[in-house]
T-cell receptor
Framework: AQSVTQPDIHITVSEGASLELRCNYS??????LFWYVQSPGQGLQLLLK??????LVQGIKGFEAEFKRSQSSFNLRKPSVHWSDAAEYFCAVVESGGADGLTFGKGTHLIIQP | DAGVIQSPRHEVTEMGQEVTLRCKPISGHNSLFWYRQTMMRGLELLIY????????DSGMPEDRFSAKMPNASFSTLKIQPSEPRDSAVYFC?????????FGPGTRLTVL
């Protein structure tokens, strides 16, 4: 069965500093990969996705992610965080073709220090 | 585009009562998913539909849970009877181009 691991439950970053959130997946083939963000009391908003092609993908709000097949990773990055980035971030995978439900990681809670 | 619409946004009920959660997917999306989010288990897929047909309900926890999609613009998730352990946030999502778009969720509290 496919699984997603987000090893960091909480991360604290100073405003203006760079950010990297880790995501590793376990799956036999190359899945479709996603990052979602959830603000308190809100639904999940899609940040970016990777299906194929260029392994560095750009998303909304200045986020990017890099797919590394050899490491089964899909880490999320942002060069300079803003206080408004404080939220819960979820990595998710689905079998190529996207017809099934998503398998989510447990999430990483991002705290921004002033 | 209004996005995925869920109602109610909050539901508080007593154990044993029937609860019905509603979802209106984005127009033109042909797949619909129901997820549950809890602190202990995170986000879990309950059931999904493709062209209004249930495809995989293996995530539905018990027979107390049922879901229907009578047409392309409406789905319900029903819990009968409800129990305190059903307290969670329930999300609906619909799909376009292999990407799922989520509604704001329904926060269910069963007392």
């Amino acid at each position: 069965a496919q699984s997603v691991t987000q090893p960091d439950i909480h991360i604290t970053v100073s405003e203006g500093a760079s950010l990297e959130l880790r995501c590793n997946y376990s799956y036999g083939a190359t899945p479709y990969l996603f990052w979602y963000v959830q603000s308190p009391g809100q639904g999940l908003q899609l940040l970016l996705k990777y299906f194929s092609g260029d392994t560095l993908v750009q998303g909304i709000k200045g986020f990017e992610a890099e797919f590394k097949r050899s490491q089964s990773s899909f880490n999320l990055r942002k060069p300079s965080v803003h206080w408004s980035d404080a939220a819960e971030y979820f990595c998710a995978v689905v079998e190529s073709g996207g017809a099934d439900g998503l398998t989510f990681g447990k999430g990483t809670h991002l705290i921004i220090q002033p | 585009d209004a996005g995925v619409i869920q109602s109610p946004r909050h539901e508080v009920t007593e154990m044993g009562q029937e609860v019905t959660l509603r979802c209106k997917p984005i127009s033109g999306h042909n797949s619909l998913f129901w997820y549950r989010q809890t602190m202990m288990r995170g986000l879990e897929l309950l059931i999904y539909f493709n062209n209004n047909v249930p495809i995989d309900d293996s995530g539905m926890p018990e027979d107390r849970f049922s879901a229907k999609m009578p047409n392309a613009s409406f789905s319900t998730l029903k819990i009968q009877p409800s129990e305190p352990r059903d307290s969670a946030v329930y999300f609906c999502a619909s799909t376009q181009s292999d990407t799922q778009y989520f509604g704001p969720g329904t926060r269910l509290t069963v007392l």
